[in-house]
């Protein structure tokens, strides 16, 4: 199968026969319009996830702290989903975005602007800049170059942040974070019950903004760059430009998330920079999935729930168990390890 | 100033045997294994349990350190890698960071997550006088142990049948396995040989970069940096980049050391950005 | 397809988070010890660890008539998780004190926890000296670095240093030793000249030949633990040992948990420090002995700071009556004093800081082990930092 003919099929279209050329002809511009909308529309699954995050708020309370942190890295993975799983490009320097969001937050709130949805618009502002900016380094060469170069970015952004003490705080963290209320109402509480309902619902605005733009025309054309560059090219689809805006989006996306974390934790470090951040996102959305948005969020609910439980357990050597997890997923397939998992639930469902 | 281009070299070498093997490794079988500096690690650590549990001397754990991880890695090859290489990339980098987790967990259970001291015999320590040149024992050691490697290395895939076939395989596997060229044979010996030799640059520098359970993580940028900044096709250009990098690292550090950090990042992106492909590809 | 079945998975592990309370007893006394238990700074959390074991197992796991139940979190190091697992141990299980913290942004980012929610946080490690003023329930029982370094530093002006050159880890603790070295020999007419390392440095040469050519007459060094032992061998390896440069630091450098293993290299190095091994005390001989039967490594500062750490709790709940307002228990906490391993030691009533003895040693060999041998001791030393502010 080439890789058009991929695209084709992931957006639900049958292969045009090839006699059709490089001029659609106006049946399938209709055909594309109506395979989009067939995209937007929802599906039962994922109301039954939106509705399963919206009950863990009321029914789980002694949890919001660790679900806030899900969110947030939900949202981290969500954007870097935008660029691999939707462009093709590849990165392990994503926490510089997340990073800089997270500074750009926390320091809006020390000098004084305390109201939580300024700061987020401060963030997204910069790191979108940030990523207009740095888009035209990464996106030259190939995927080990841009992991390497993304890489760099943040790394020497990292040490920046060490060595800039007097505005960052250097390597004790940014210290005096007083966040006000969420739009001059909700208090952030100890429980992080606003904390979470707050990054939920950011997680959510953001996610169906991530869902309208992916099923648009400039959705496909992503899509189309990822599964061929050359040929999206041939086909008149400015590829550079179109990879630069969806790096600035995705920018924009980790830097809100990164705004998040500096504000409902209140405090800043130079970790947020660091490479572990970048390695574990790009886990987390490995593991959930790449190219379908759900990926990233998914991922973080295991990834994070895992590592707890495990860390509960044995606060020494969880590295190993999860080490395994990821070995056994990667040998025994997703697909098939899920899959069992679901047969057994069907079997059980049967046997009562 | 002399001095300290020999410390650069001395470091560079290093960085080369750590990651020569990784820069095969994705140029053959386009594999990224981010669990290199595991291997690395098992090398370090198996110096240590000969030295102190049988008192082997440390010279002679070297060649044991080599083996060892070889040994090691022909059989990870055999039994999970191979499975690996016909899946992506990102399920390629989940695997190896999987095994990297485990790799340091195991060694921490084992070994305890404490640094390793290794103790040099006495003719490896202290520093010698040469034409004004202030040169270290153990520096001169590892550059002359990195030459001969060097050496023999270029010397086997130039001058071997097995030299030319792996080079054939990584210019172009299809080609090359259409040709009758076994590559899955010739990439299992390359791998051990290569995890054999991360294996030794471990052994060889705990005693410079220390080895606690950690180092995989620690030292995965570096090898990745000299990966890509060398290229994957040649040995050359590995090499050339690890002695550019480490010259480049210690003279940063020692100039301008308010900057040292960024002097290697920065490297990294300019050579990048010049050449994507790495200093000695070919134009494909 | 892969998305809808991964899906499943997802939604399976959220039911498997629902369906699991902790179930605690309830009249227990329970203790949030938060450490790096994995990653770069996992030995500081196991030395704590295992003198926390130690020190329940001496002292029984029941005070006041209260049982005292230890719930050990690892952080990784990584300050957003810190701080989540303290809210965590805060909300849900109601933790009475808030210990541990094996790096300064860690302890930082628990403070507000520990203000909000009113529970004591008693730090077991970082050692930056305003981690006490965060917040007013800070209670400190390991050290800060002024207050350590301090002495070498007179030390180093009284023995005929007038040109040192230090050398520190490039973050928040490198940078307060370095400060605190220079204002201390500067004031007393010498000259000082800094070099900062990248935290994440694998190779000193470059510094080390820096050092060299500038030829002081005696290098100060911080580095964090572990790191030391990397650093003395480089040291001698450059033959800076015989070239007349004074090798003098904090005992960071020179950790007990380590020193052994470096071998001669470390020999004759002269740090200043709260806590020796080889502190010749009855407390510390029984200390040093039962932790090594029970834990077969040595003690070092770490270990002896966990373990008053835990001595501070047991006592302040004693006082307290098995009370666990955390208003109460600092009030309680506040200007105890006793006899540690590492000598007499008390809490400052007004910082919450430590106050103790600092120690000159030097790198000797004892019964065929390299120990830090303790030769001139300067009696309650307050955090310097702290005192200069009143």
């Given at each position: 199968?080439?890789?058009?003919?991929?695209?084709?099929?992931?957006?639900?279209?049958?292969?045009?026969?090839?006699?059709?050329?490089?001029?659609?002809?106006?049946?399938?511009?209709?055909?594309?319009?109506?395979?989009?909308?067939?995209?937007?529309?929802?599906?039962?699954?994922?109301?039954?996830?939106?509705?399963?995050?919206?009950?863990?708020?009321?029914?789980?309370?002694?949890?919001?702290?660790?679900?806030n942190?899900?969110a947030i890295?939900?949202l981290f993975?969500?954007s870097?989903?935008?660029?691999?799983?939707?462009?093709?490009?590849?990165?392990?320097?994503?926490a510089a975005f997340f990073g800089v969001g997270a500074y750009c937050a926390g320091l809006v709130a020390t000098h004084g602007i305390t109201e939580p949805l300024a700061g987020l618009a401060a963030a997204a502002a910069l790191t979108a800049l940030l990523g207009w900016a740095?888009?035209?380094?990464?996106?030259?060469?190939?995927?080990?170059?841009?992991?390497?170069?993304?890489?760099?970015?943040a790394?020497?952004l990292g040490?920046l942040a060490n060595q800039m003490a007097w505005l960052t705080g250097g390597?004790d963290g940014l210290q005096g974070i007083m966040m006000g209320p969420v739009a001059g109402w909700f208090e952030f509480?100890?429980?992080?019950?606003t904390a979470?309902a707050y990054s939920?619902s950011v997680l959510?605005v953001l996610?169906?903004?991530?869902?309208?733009?992916?099923?648009?025309?400039?959705?496909?054309?992503?899509?189309?760059?990822?599964?061929?560059?050359?040929?999206?090219?041939?086909?008149?689809?400015?590829?550079?430009?179109?990879?630069?805006?969806?790096?600035t989006l995705a920018a924009a996306y980790a830097g809100v998330a990164g705004a998040l974390l500096a504000q409902t934790t209140q405090f800043v470090s130079v970790d947020v920079l660091?490479?572990?951040r970048?390695?574990?996102?790009?886990?987390?959305?490995?593991?959930?999935?790449?190219?379908?948005?759900?990926?990233?969020?998914?991922?973080?609910?295991?990834?994070?729930?895992?590592?707890?439980?495990?860390?509960?357990?044995?606060?020494?050597?969880?590295?190993?168990?999860?080490?395994?997890?990821?070995?056994?997923?990667?040998?025994?397939?997703?697909?098939?390890?899920?899959?069992?998992?679901?047969?057994?639930?069907?079997?059980?469902?049967?046997?009562? | 100033?002399?001095?300290?281009?020999?410390?650069?070299?001395?470091?560079?070498?290093?960085?080369?045997?750590?990651?020569?093997?990784?820069?095969?490794?994705?140029?053959?079988?386009?594999?990224?294994?981010?669990?290199?500096?595991?291997?690395?690690?098992?090398?370090?650590?198996?110096?240590?349990?000969?030295?102190?549990?049988?008192?082997?001397?440390?010279?002679?754990?070297?060649?044991?350190?080599?083996?060892?991880?070889?040994?090691?890695?022909?059989?990870?090859?055999?039994?999970?890698?191979?499975?690996?290489?016909?899946?992506?990339?990102?399920?390629?980098?989940?695997?190896?960071?999987?095994?990297?987790?485990?790799?340091?967990?195991?060694?921490?259970?084992?070994?305890?997550?404490?640094?390793?001291?290794?103790?040099?015999?006495?003719?490896?320590?202290?520093?010698?006088?040469?034409?004004?040149?202030?040169?270290?024992?153990?520096?001169?050691?590892?550059?002359?142990?990195?030459?001969?490697?060097?050496?023999?290395?270029?010397?086997?895939?130039?001058?071997?049948?097995?030299?030319?076939?792996?080079?054939?395989?990584?210019?172009?596997?299809?080609?090359?396995?259409?040709?009758?060229?076994?590559?899955?044979?010739?990439?299992?010996?390359?791998?051990?040989?290569?995890?054999?030799?991360?294996?030794?640059?471990?052994?060889?520098?705990?005693?410079?970069?220390?080895?606690?359970?950690?180092?995989?993580?620690?030292?995965?940028?570096?090898?990745?940096?000299?990966?890509?900044?060398?290229?994957?096709?040649?040995?050359?250009?590995?090499?050339?980049?690890?002695?550019?990098?480490?010259?480049?690292?210690?003279?940063?550090?020692?100039?301008?050391?308010?900057?040292?950090?960024?002097?290697?990042?920065?490297?990294?992106?300019?050579?990048?950005?010049?050449?994507?492909?790495?200093?000695?590809?070919?134009?494909? | 397809?892969?998305?809808?079945?991964?899906?499943?998975?997802?939604?399976?592990?959220?039911?498997?988070?629902?369906?699991?309370?902790?179930?605690?007893?309830?009249?227990?006394?329970?203790?949030?010890?938060?450490?790096?238990?994995?990653?770069?700074?996992?030995?500081?959390?196991?030395?704590?660890?295992?003198?926390?074991?130690?020190?329940?197992?001496?002292?029984?796991?029941?005070?006041?008539?209260?049982?005292?139940?230890?719930?050990?979190?690892?952080?990784?190091?990584?300050p957003d998780?810190?701080k989540?697992?303290?809210?965590?141990?805060?909300?849900?299980?109601?933790?009475?004190?808030?210990?541990?913290?094996?790096?300064?942004p860690?302890?930082l980012a628990?403070?507000q926890?520990?203000?909000?929610?009113?529970?004591?946080?008693?730090?077991?490690?970082?050692?930056?000296?305003?981690?006490?003023?965060a917040?007013?329930?800070?209670?400190?029982?390991?050290?800060?670095?002024?207050?350590?370094?301090?002495?070498?530093?007179?030390?180093?002006?009284?023995?005929?240093?007038?040109?040192?050159?230090?050398?520190?880890?490039?973050?928040?603790?490198?940078?307060?030793?370095?400060?605190?070295?220079?204002?201390?020999?500067?004031?007393?007419?010498?000259?000082?000249?800094?070099?900062?390392?990248?935290?994440?440095?694998?190779?000193?040469?470059?510094?080390?030949?820096?050092?060299?050519?500038?030829?002081?007459?005696?290098?100060?060094?911080?580095?964090?633990?572990?790191?030391?032992?990397?650093?003395?061998?480089?040291?001698?390896?450059?033959?800076?040992?015989?070239?007349?440069?004074?090798?003098?630091?904090?005992?960071?450098?020179?950790?007990?948990?380590?020193?052994?293993?470096?071998?001669?290299?470390?020999?004759?190095?002269?740090?200043?420090?709260?806590?020796?091994?080889?502190?010749?005390?009855?407390?510390?001989?029984?200390?040093?002995?039962?932790?090594?039967?029970?834990?077969?490594?040595?003690?070092?500062?770490?270990?002896?700071?966990?373990?008053?750490?835990?001595?501070?709790?047991?006592?302040?709940?004693?006082?307290?009556?098995?009370?666990?307002?955390?208003?109460?228990?600092?009030?309680?906490?506040?200007?105890?004093?006793?006899?540690?391993?590492?000598?007499?030691?008390?809490?400052?009533?007004?910082?919450?800081?430590?106050?103790?003895?600092?120690?000159?040693?030097?790198?000797?060999?004892?019964?065929?082990?390299?120990?830090?041998?303790?030769?001139?001791?300067?009696?309650?030393?307050?955090?310097?930092?702290?005192?200069?502010?009143?």
């Amino acid at each position: 199968m080439t890789a058009t003919e991929e695209t084709a099929m992931t957006i639900g279209l049958a292969a045009e026969p090839a006699s059709a050329g490089h001029h659609p002809a106006p049946a399938t511009a209709a055909r594309v319009v109506a395979a989009l909308k067939r995209r937007r529309r929802w599906r039962p699954l994922e109301a039954v996830f939106w509705a399963a995050t919206l009950a863990s708020v009321l029914l789980l309370p002694s949890k919001h702290l660790i679900l806030n942190e899900i969110a947030i890295l939900g949202l981290f993975a969500l954007s870097l989903d935008l660029i691999l799983g939707f462009a093709g490009v590849i990165s392990l320097g994503h926490a510089a975005f997340f990073g800089v969001g997270a500074y750009c937050a926390g320091l809006v709130a020390t000098h004084g602007i305390t109201e939580p949805l300024a700061g987020l618009a401060a963030a997204a502002a910069l790191t979108a800049l940030l990523g207009w900016a740095t888009s035209y380094l990464v996106l030259r060469g190939t995927d080990l170059t841009r992991l390497m170069v993304t890489m760099g970015i943040a790394l020497i952004l990292g040490e920046l942040a060490n060595q800039m003490a007097w505005l960052t705080g250097g390597a004790d963290g940014l210290q005096g974070i007083m966040m006000g209320p969420v739009a001059g109402w909700f208090e952030f509480d100890l429980f992080g019950t606003t904390a979470y309902a707050y990054s939920l619902s950011v997680l959510f605005v953001l996610f169906l903004a991530a869902r309208r733009i992916t099923n648009s025309p400039f959705g496909l054309s992503l899509l189309s760059i990822r599964d061929n560059p050359l040929r999206a090219a041939a086909v008149g689809v400015p590829v550079n430009g179109r990879l630069v805006q969806v790096y600035t989006l995705a920018a924009a996306y980790a830097g809100v998330a990164g705004a998040l974390l500096a504000q409902t934790t209140q405090f800043v470090s130079v970790d947020v920079l660091e490479f572990h951040r970048s390695a574990d996102v790009m886990l987390i959305l490995i593991i959930g999935g790449t190219g379908y948005l759900y990926g990233g969020l998914v991922g973080a609910v295991l990834f994070k729930l895992l590592q707890d439980m495990l860390a509960g357990f044995t606060p020494q050597y969880w590295h190993f168990w999860i080490g395994i997890f990821l070995i056994a997923l990667v040998l025994v397939g997703r697909e098939r390890m899920v899959g069992g998992v679901a047969a057994a639930v069907r079997r059980l469902a049967r046997r009562t | 100033m002399l001095t300290l281009l020999f410390d650069g070299i001395a470091y560079g070498m290093l960085l080369f045997i750590l990651s020569c093997g990784l820069s095969v490794t994705l140029g053959l079988m386009n594999f990224v294994n981010l669990a290199h500096g595991a291997f690395a690690m098992a090398g370090g650590y198996a110096t240590i349990v000969l030295m102190s549990r049988f008192d082997v001397p440390f010279v002679a754990t070297l060649p044991l350190a080599f083996l060892f991880t070889a040994a090691l890695g022909l059989v990870l090859e055999r039994t999970l890698y191979r499975h690996l290489y016909g899946k992506s990339h990102l399920d390629q980098v989940l695997f190896s960071i999987g095994l990297v987790f485990v790799a340091v967990a195991s060694v921490d259970y084992l070994m305890g997550s404490q640094q390793q001291i290794i103790k040099l015999p006495a003719a490896l320590q202290g520093r010698v006088e040469i034409l004004g040149v202030n040169i270290g024992l153990y520096r001169s050691f590892i550059i002359a142990i990195c030459t001969v490697l060097v050496v023999v290395l270029q010397l086997i895939l130039s001058k071997t049948r097995f030299g030319s076939r792996l080079r054939a395989a990584v210019d172009d596997r299809r080609v090359a396995q259409g040709l009758g060229i076994n590559v899955n044979v010739i990439f299992a010996a390359t791998f051990a040989v290569g995890s054999g030799l991360a294996g030794l640059g471990g052994a060889l520098g705990a005693e410079i970069l220390g080895l606690d359970p950690v180092f995989p993580l620690k030292f995965m940028i570096y090898f990745l940096i000299v990966v890509t900044v060398g290229g994957t096709t040649t040995l050359t250009g590995p090499f050339v980049a690890s002695l550019v990098l480490g010259v480049a690292d210690v003279a940063g550090k020692y100039y301008v050391p308010a900057a040292g950090a960024f002097v290697i990042y920065t490297l990294m992106i300019v050579f990048l950005l010049v050449r994507p492909q790495g200093l000695f590809a070919r134009a494909r | 397809m892969i998305a809808k079945r991964t899906f499943l998975l997802g939604a399976a592990a959220a039911a498997l988070l629902a369906a699991a309370p902790p179930v605690y007893a309830q009249d227990a006394v329970k203790i949030g010890l938060i450490l790096p238990m994995t990653g770069p700074f996992a030995s500081t959390g196991r030395q704590i660890e295992a003198a926390v074991k130690l020190y329940q197992a001496q002292n029984g796991a029941t005070v006041a008539g209260k049982k005292v139940e230890v719930i050990v979190k690892d952080d990784t190091g990584t300050p957003d998780i810190t701080k989540r697992l303290a809210q965590e141990l805060v909300v849900n299980d109601k933790v009475s004190f808030l210990a541990g913290f094996g790096l300064t942004p860690l302890a930082l980012a628990a403070t507000q926890i520990a203000t909000q929610g009113k529970v004591p946080e008693v730090v077991m490690a970082a050692a930056t000296s305003t981690i006490t003023e965060a917040s007013p329930y800070v209670v400190r029982t390991s050290m800060t670095l002024p207050q350590v370094t301090t002495p070498v530093a007179d030390w180093a002006a009284k023995n005929g240093v007038k040109k040192a050159m230090t050398m520190v880890a490039d973050y928040g603790p490198g940078i307060d030793a370095e400060k605190a070295f220079t204002e201390t020999l500067t004031k007393q007419g010498g000259t000082v000249e800094s070099l900062r390392v990248p935290l994440r440095n694998p190779d000193f040469a470059p510094f080390l030949q820096r050092v060299a050519d500038a030829k002081p007459d005696a290098l100060f060094v911080f580095v964090p633990a572990g790191i030391g032992s990397i650093f003395m061998k480089q040291f001698v390896e450059r033959g800076l040992d015989k070239s007349g440069v004074k090798l003098i630091g904090s005992g960071d450098m020179t950790d007990d948990d380590l020193l052994n293993d470096m071998g001669d290299v470390a020999l004759g190095a002269v740090t200043s420090f709260h806590y020796s091994a080889a502190h010749p005390s009855a407390e510390n001989k029984a200390f040093v002995d039962s932790f090594k039967k029970m834990h077969s490594m040595r003690p070092n500062f770490m270990a002896v700071a966990g373990y008053d750490g835990m001595h501070l709790i047991y006592e302040a709940l004693k006082k307290t009556n098995g009370a666990t307002g955390g208003d109460a228990l600092v009030a309680a906490m506040k200007g105890m004093s006793w006899t540690s391993p590492r000598g007499p030691i008390s809490i400052d009533p007004q910082t919450r800081d430590i106050i103790q003895n600092v120690y000159i040693r030097k790198v000797e060999r004892m019964d065929g082990e390299l120990y830090n041998v303790e030769f001139d001791t300067v009696p309650n030393v307050k955090d310097p930092v702290k005192a200069a502010k009143k």
